[in-house]
């Protein structure tokens, strides 16, 4: 294995951590935490490595963060749902309707005004995203979305928008990691 391209790999993964803005993420943990105190339901949903993504933040904010904010105001947990969890209804939509409403479908399910949603996408371009951020937009959801730098639709769309200034799908997918492992841990450590 050639060491230069380890380093450079490192080097460009700091770069990425370094590009992400504090003040914005600063601010989703106040849009988080007021879900919670709001008793909203945070819905969040990806493809890909960004859905194994969703699945691990919802993880943290659904069992580490819950326990530590239900010692503030006991019985009072993060309401938290990854949408790209259940596979019998995601196949069952996309079979049925089309795969660019399986997150849109679930939302109409599940969601209300007020409630918090949540994407991870490095294209932002991902039209079953794209339709979910659409519909949520339109029936009064506040919706947040992480993205490469390509930006996408996703961008244009979302309330709320961190961009992750690369467009490598590992690198840009670490960094949309990190930003949730810091959502969760400002619960968790704070």
Same mark, same amino acid.
């Given at each position: 294995?050639?060491?230069? /391209?380890?380093? =450079?790999? %490192?080097?460009?993964?700091?770069?990425?951590?370094?590009?992400?803005?504090?003040?914005?993420?600063?601010?989703?943990?106040?849009?988080?935490?007021?879900?919670?105190?709001?008793? !909203?339901?945070?819905? *969040?949903?990806?493809? $890909?490595?960004?859905?194994?993504?969703?699945?691990?933040?919802?993880?943290?904010?659904?069992?580490?963060?819950?326990?530590?904010?239900?010692?503030?105001?006991? $019985?009072? !947990?993060? !309401?938290?749902?990854?949408? =790209?969890?259940?596979?019998?209804?995601?196949?069952?939509?996309?079979?049925? /309707?089309?795969?660019?409403? %399986? /997150?849109?479908?679930?939302?109409?399910?599940?969601?209300?005004?007020?409630?918090? &949603?949540?994407?991870?996408?490095?294209? $932002?371009?991902?039209? =079953?995203? &794209?339709? *979910?951020?659409?519909?949520?937009?339109?029936?009064?959801?506040?919706?947040?979305?992480? %993205?490469?730098?390509?930006?996408?639709? %996703?961008?244009?769309?979302?309330?709320? &928008?961190? &961009?992750?200034?690369?467009?490598?799908? $590992? !690198?840009?997918?670490?960094?949309?990691?990190?930003?949730?492992?810091?959502?969760?841990?400002?619960?968790?450590?704070?």
């Amino acid at each position: 294995m050639n060491q230069t /391209y380890l380093q =450079n790999y %490192v080097q460009q993964q700091k770069a990425a951590y370094d590009a992400i803005p504090l003040d914005r993420v600063e601010h989703l943990i106040g849009l988080v935490h007021q879900c919670w105190k709001d008793g !909203r339901q945070l819905f *969040a949903f990806g493809n $890909g490595g960004s859905a194994s993504n969703v699945s691990h933040f919802i993880t943290d904010l659904g069992k580490s963060a819950s326990d530590r904010m239900s010692q503030q105001e006991p $019985g009072k !947990r993060f !309401r938290c749902l990854s949408l =790209n969890e259940n596979l019998s209804w995601i196949t069952a939509i996309g079979n049925d /309707y089309a795969y660019e409403d %399986v /997150y849109l479908r679930q939302l109409q399910n599940y969601a209300q005004p007020g409630d918090l &949603v949540l994407t991870l996408s490095v294209s $932002g371009n991902s039209p =079953n995203v &794209v339709n *979910a951020i659409e519909w949520a937009n339109t029936n009064g959801l506040t919706t947040i979305g992480l %993205v490469g730098s390509k930006r996408g639709r %996703v961008a244009d769309i979302a309330h709320e &928008v961190i &961009v992750i200034n690369d467009t490598h799908y $590992g !690198r840009v997918e670490d960094a949309q990691m990190t930003i949730c492992h810091m959502i969760c841990y400002s619960f968790i450590e704070q």
